[in-house]
């Protein structure tokens, strides 16, 4: 056991819940993570102070563990729920800048060359990972108004970008083509904010998926102009499809996920709620599919009630819908920060962990979590 209560090495479970380190150098909340395509070997991070990070997780140096297999020294008894030394820091290898506000969502090409991502300012950037620089900018003819929420990665070979956004409308781009500025296609059947993106890249290979506040997932055929949509019982927060693309996992704002099968609209199984004491009534918290799709992977809202700011990951049995892990996150380097209130009166700030990435789209080894606390916690195997 680690000095935040996490079981260093596996459980019955399997469920990785070792701390292999941590990604500083957010100057604000992190509202977005993922991974490079696989085999996954980076993570990059988008955040409030408008800038996106590339990592590599896996420290230069370690720090020699006990016998718990664990990077963090157990606890003295004198100070039973304050770690002695923190996670090792993963390794800041560029920093992006072109976003005029916050950035919301990342999207990495199959390739590794490219990655896309939107932002506050209701642009669209295409990057290349070598240079660091922007190849397109998806503004000018793009979305009117709010920010940008998600963007993905669609068609043949990545030839397009997906975006979704408070417009309520999803926007086709085509990546290839240099003299148009314009979406090739506009979606706007929507009646509140797009929140939530994924692409069916098996099935038909041209079905689009959007999440939006209005409680409806509707699933876009573009190239036969097929809708579908299915109506949930909460605004719809975050998506997550499953690699075979049959089913797909659904959050939304009644403290409920779901996973639903596509073929019918039925519900195959139900997560959280308030008997477990996870929540989510008021924020976006990503949820994914992990461990070779035999979890459920959720952040939290109302991070936890111990001190030093610390946030909470969850973890269902897929199949049973059983709960599984409830993981500390810690704040990083100082702690919960102390903020001052309405009412005058300094308090504690949580660690609300409001976004998910599993390594190699829900297959690989290890996965990361961000939020409030600016700083990226990475966990793997024992």
Known sequence: MDGYGNHTSKGKDDFPRK?????HGSNGP???VTYSSSPGTYILTGSADRSIRLYNPIPSTTTSSSNSSSFIHKPSPSTPSSPTSLPPPGRLIQTFSAHGYEVLSLAVSTDNATFASSGGDRAVFLWDVTSGTTIRRFSNSGHTTGR???VIFA???DSLLVSGGHDTTVRIWDVRSQS????VQTLGEAKDGVTSLVFDKEGTGAEVVAGSVDGRVRTYDVRMGRLVTDVMPGAVTSLCLARDGRTVLVGCLDSKLRLMDRSNGQCLRTYGGDKEGWTNNEIRVQSVLGGKERWVVAGDENGSTEQNGEGR???WDLLTG???AKIAVPWGPGGGKVVVGRDGKEKERKNVVSCVAWKDGGFGNQFCVGGTSGVVTVFGDA
């Open 19 to 23: 701390i292999l380190s941590q990604l």
């Open 180 to 183: 148009s500025s314009k979406p």
């Open 30 to 32: 992190v509202h977005a």
């Open 322 to 324: 059983k709960l599984v």
């Open 148 to 150: 940008i929420n998600a």
């Open 313 to 315: 990951v969850w973890a």
């Open 155 to 157: 068609g043949v070979d």
